[in-house]
């Protein structure tokens, strides 16, 4: 392996089943779309500090940015900036007790620690800027993966959020919630079977990520089995009325613009939920001025961690 010239930078994003970390070097005399070129991809488990403790979180971290590292064959390093977005971070004082672990570890010289959907807003801004298009406020980030969540910003910098209860409260509007919902109604699904079978012998229940895991077969199911196609109707009725919270929260109206931007699996590996929500967002008064599908929320990260090299973070 060769040493690493400066300087890199690191974006991570942790949710409740994977955590992603890429690697980058920053161009400063870049004239494409982003300041960087991305040179190495690692992949872990989940990286849930609330419901995983800090320690195991920051083991999954170091992981995938190891991962990352040989990727780009890379020898590793203290890089500049690491941005991460970690699902159960959004309290401060967890952020802050993961934020003084990675510097603890020495993997960079500075660190932010936020939630898993505002990076989510930093790469959909980005996006946004690259056609040229000025976001409307109040601009919200729908988040639905293993778990799911909204997060709003309005025009003065205020944020509001709903959702994100987690599986011990249903978590609505979440894949756990759509693969909880067909374990109960019984779906004739050979994922079902095969789930249940594997919980037996064990003789425990099933994991949360392995539940969530049934979402995607559900809604592939949506135009053949009215079962399928119920469970994911009520499961879009949660996430507009995310939306609708934290919009109102914001000073939204019906009938006033909005930025909508959607992450997280459910939204972004099948079109049926996401335009079941739009479909129901519209006929509560509420079109979207822009909607920005953001399959790799790491960029917003990356473009975080760039920023704190530039003074703005």
């Known amino acids: 392996m060769t040493e690493a010239p400066e300087p890199f930078i690191i974006?991570?994003?942790?949710?409740?089943?994977?955590?992603?970390?890429?690697?980058?070097?920053?161009?400063?005399?870049?004239?494409?779309?982003?300041?960087?070129?991305?040179?190495?991809?690692?992949?872990?488990?989940p990286a849930n500090p609330a419901s995983l403790g800090?320690?195991?979180c920051?083991?999954?971290?170091?992981e995938a940015v190891r991962v990352a590292f040989t990727d780009a064959g890379?020898?590793?390093?203290?890089?500049?900036?690491?941005?991460?977005?970690?699902?159960?971070?959004?309290?401060?004082?967890?952020?802050?007790?993961?934020?003084?672990?990675?510097?603890?570890?020495?993997?960079?010289?500075?660190?932010?620690v936020a939630d898993d959907v505002s990076p989510a807003w930093r790469a959909a801004r980005?996006?946004?800027?690259?056609?040229?298009?000025?976001?409307?406020y109040p601009a919200i980030v729908l988040a639905s993966g293993t778990g799911a969540i909204a997060w709003g910003?309005?025009?003065?910098?205020?944020?509001?959020?709903?959702?994100?209860?987690?599986?011990?409260?249903?978590?609505?509007?979440?894949?756990?919630?759509?693969?909880?919902?067909?374990?109960?109604a019984g779906l004739d699904l050979p994922e079902i079977v095969t789930l249940r079978r594997a919980s037996l012998d064990a003789g425990a229940p099933?994991?949360?990520?392995?539940?969530?895991?049934?979402?995607?077969?559900v809604i592939e199911q949506c135009d053949k089995m009215p079962a399928a196609r119920a469970?994911?109707?009520?499961?879009?009725?949660?996430?507009?009325?995310?939306?609708?919270?934290?919009?109102?929260?914001?000073?939204?109206?019906p009938g006033a613009g909005l930025s909508l931007v959607m992450t997280g699996s459910v939204l972004c590996q099948a079109s049926d939920v996401s335009e079941t929500v739009i479909s129901k967002l519209i006929s509560r008064g509420y079109k979207p001025t822009t909607t920005t599908r953001i399959a790799d929320p790491v960029l917003g990260s990356l473009l975080s961690a760039w920023d704190m090299l530039r003074g703005r973070g």
């Open 58 to 62: 920051i083991e999954t971290v170091a």
């Open 74 to 112: 890379i020898a590793r390093c203290e890089v500049a900036a690491l941005s991460a977005g970690l699902a159960g971070a959004g309290q401060a004082v967890i952020a802050e007790q993961v934020c003084g672990s990675l510097r603890a570890s020495h993997i960079a010289e500075r660190i932010t």
């Open 11 to 45: 974006g991570v994003d942790g949710g409740g089943t994977k955590t992603h970390a890429w690697l980058a070097c920053v161009d400063r005399d870049a004239t494409g779309q982003l300041p960087f070129t991305v040179l190495g991809k690692g992949r872990a488990g």
């Open 206 to 217: 099933s994991k949360v990520t392995d539940i969530a895991g049934l979402a995607r077969a």
């Open 231 to 253: 469970i994911v109707e009520r499961i879009a009725d949660d996430l507009c009325a995310f939306i609708c919270d934290v919009a109102g929260q914001l000073g939204g109206e």
């Open 54 to 56: 800090v320690e195991r």
């Open 153 to 184: 910003i309005d025009a003065r910098g205020g944020t509001a959020r709903a959702g994100g209860l987690g599986p011990q409260h249903g978590d609505p509007g979440s894949g756990y919630a759509i693969g909880q919902a067909a374990l109960d």
């Open 126 to 136: 980005e996006t946004l800027q690259a056609q040229g298009v000025e976001p409307a």
